[in-house]
């Protein structure tokens, strides 16, 4: 057994239902914080189909599942991150810079659409190698990273597409990448999502890429010491997180029809507070992509059911606001509590 093998036994999985936490965190909390995000998704539909009955039509529905994927994606990708106890502020512009370079593969450069949307997505794994390696290699703190990267990749997506939209309307079947139907009545987005999420469930619960990333969540020295090469696992935490950027990208791109530079600003906080209502812990060492996903389903539910309401756009940055406040404050009163 290498010694990366034998470092991973520091992360004892407690699995509940996709989560897995460090050996401190009963798989009862696991579970009863998937439960009390799941109740806040029931009481949140109940509460806008009481005030507004269209709110549960099947039109409706499929459009907060399809705003969803793109939230829930990056989200997923996120979570790795998170788990580790870094943060990701780059997704949300480095989504549209994907956009945009899938734009210039498909379009400008006029390559197959398949290649298109894999260097699309590969630029998120880019932007991730390169958040890796400001983090793990150069040692900056990974606020201060990925902040960096998200001004680097505004910028870039705007350089590049020239301030302007990039249209697909002449590259053939894009558009049903995400509002396709291979199942009746569900978008092709939505179908990608659970897909996705399948792999990262599968990666952080069964893999030895999952148990090393709680273990240096949960204590990155002691990784280190067990014989963890925290540096390299860190950098490819990173890069896996910055591929499903990429495809995040890819979707909202589908989605649109077109790549739209000025895009992305604001999706890193609705993911971020994804992640942290399901149950990952914003201080690492315990991660749910169940919990993800519920998360990212109460944000998109929140967001049309106040657009829905006909809530002031002003107003809905306040309500998101606070649900992102009061999410970082839960999580960290657990944490005091499993001290």
């Known amino acids: 057994m290498s010694s990366s093998e034998n470092g991973a036994a520091?992360?004892?999985?407690?699995?509940?239902?996709?989560?897995?936490?460090?050996?401190?965190?009963?798989?009862?909390r696991a579970w009863l914080q998937q439960g009390l995000a799941f109740g806040t998704l029931i009481a949140l539909l109940l509460f806008f189909w009481a005030a507004s009955p269209r709110f549960l039509t099947w039109s409706n529905i499929s459009g907060v599942l399809l705003a969803t994927a793109v939230i829930g994606i990056l989200a997923l990708g996120t979570t790795f991150v998170i788990t580790t106890a870094g943060i990701d502020l780059s997704i949300g512009t480095g989504m549209t810079l994907c956009s945009v370079m899938t734009g210039i593969f498909a379009v400008d450069l006029g390559l197959p659409m398949p290649l298109a949307v894999l260097l699309g997505i590969l630029t998120g794994g880019v932007i991730g190698l390169l958040n890796g390696l400001n983090v793990a290699i150069l040692g900056l703190p990974p606020f201060i990273a990925t902040l960096a990267m998200m001004m680097i990749a505004q910028g870039l997506a705007?350089?590049?597409?020239?301030?302007?939209?990039?249209?697909?309307?002449?590259?053939?079947?894009?558009?049903?990448?995400?509002?396709?139907?291979?199942?009746?009545?569900?978008?092709?987005?939505?179908l990608i999502m659970f897909l996705v999420a399948?792999?990262?469930?599968?990666?952080?619960?069964?893999?030895?890429?999952?148990?090393?990333t709680v273990a240096i969540g949960?204590?990155?020295?002691?990784?280190?010491?067990?014989?963890?090469?925290?540096r390299r696992w860190k950098l490819i935490i990173y890069i896996v997180a910055g591929l499903f950027t990429g495809v995040a990208g890819v979707v909202m791109a589908s989605r649109l029809?077109?790549?739209?530079?000025?895009?992305?600003?604001g999706y890193e906080l609705q993911a971020i507070a994804a992640v942290i209502i399901g149950g990952t812990s914003l201080m690492g060492g315990r991660g749910s992509i169940t919990g993800?996903?519920?998360?990212?389903?109460?944000?998109?539910?929140?967001?049309?059911?106040l657009r829905i309401l006909s809530i002031q756009t002003e107003w809905q940055n306040v309500v998101v606001g606070i649900v992102i406040a009061l999410a970082v404050f839960f999580d960290t009163l657990r944490n005091k509590r499993s001290a």
């Not at 597409?161 to 939505?190: E, H, M």
């Not at 399948?198 to 090393?212: C, D, E, H, M, N």
């Not at 949960?218 to 925290?230: P, V, W, Y």
């Not at 993800?292 to 059911?305: C, W």
């Open 198 to 212: 399948a792999l990262a469930w599968f990666l952080l619960s069964k893999t030895i890429f999952g148990r090393i």
């Open 292 to 305: 993800t996903l519920i998360g990212a389903l109460i944000m998109s539910v929140l967001i049309n059911g």
């Open 158 to 190: 705007l350089v590049i597409s020239g301030v302007s939209p990039i249209y697909f309307n002449d590259v053939p079947s894009f558009q049903s990448i995400a509002l396709g139907t291979l199942i009746p009545g569900l978008p092709n987005a939505v």
């Open 218 to 230: 949960s204590n990155e020295e002691a990784a280190r010491l067990s014989g963890i090469d925290t």
């Open 10 to 28: 520091v992360a004892t999985e407690a699995r509940a239902g996709g989560t897995t936490a460090a050996p401190s965190t009963p798989a009862w």
């Open 257 to 265: 029809g077109s790549a739209q530079p000025q895009l992305g600003v």
